[in-house]
């Protein structure tokens, strides 16, 4: 899932970007090609908005479904946890590191990204990146993931990414099956504090989750809109 957040300010952010077509090539994402669809940079030109005109990608950890697509959008800058974007390059590929749902090309790409001036290291928890745009970390998804609190006039929307795998887990308060998180006690306390931050629990938004459209009106079948 890619979340395109507007507001006033001239930016088009996205909360993660996907991933490419070609990912078939990649054995571990075989089964998910099957399913691909609609391209991330293709999908947001529904809303008016060019790959191109993407200013921002915050992304909330580095797993290939999440940070394959930022090749897609030619202008974009990223952020990513430190901690994050040193495991991700360094400490994954050692002995004993776990690479799981890393991709070597999406690896390669960050590091020129980081080398362009084109990426902001993000230090640690409840950091405004960008105005209106604040991330959270404590679910370790990842070495240390984030997740993104969206200010708007009206409300506050949780952006939780794979920080909340299912709507099960923000309903029970329970943490993913093996291999979800790092810390199962940090994952279920961050749940716990993301509903003292969003104005409601409907307002804090799962990961992977389908059921998310029919839960907000439908701009296309592929996209749904928080407003
Ligand atoms: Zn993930």
Redesign the pocket.
Known sequence: MVWLIRGDNGRNILVDAGFRRDMKDFPDAKEFAIVYRTSPDSAIGALGVKAADVTDIILS?P?W??IDGISLFPNAHIWIQKEDFSYYVGGAWQKGGNSG?YEPRDVRTLVDLNMAHRLTLVEGDNKEVIPGATVFTGSR??YN?QYVLVATPSKKVILA??NIWVYYSLEHLSPPSEGGTLDTTGYVNAIRRMKTLATSTRYIIP?HDAKIFTLFPKVTDDIVSIE
Request: charged share 20%; glycine share 18%; proline share 0%.
């Open positions: 950890h797993h479904d999440h749902g998804h990842t993931s990414s794979d990961g």
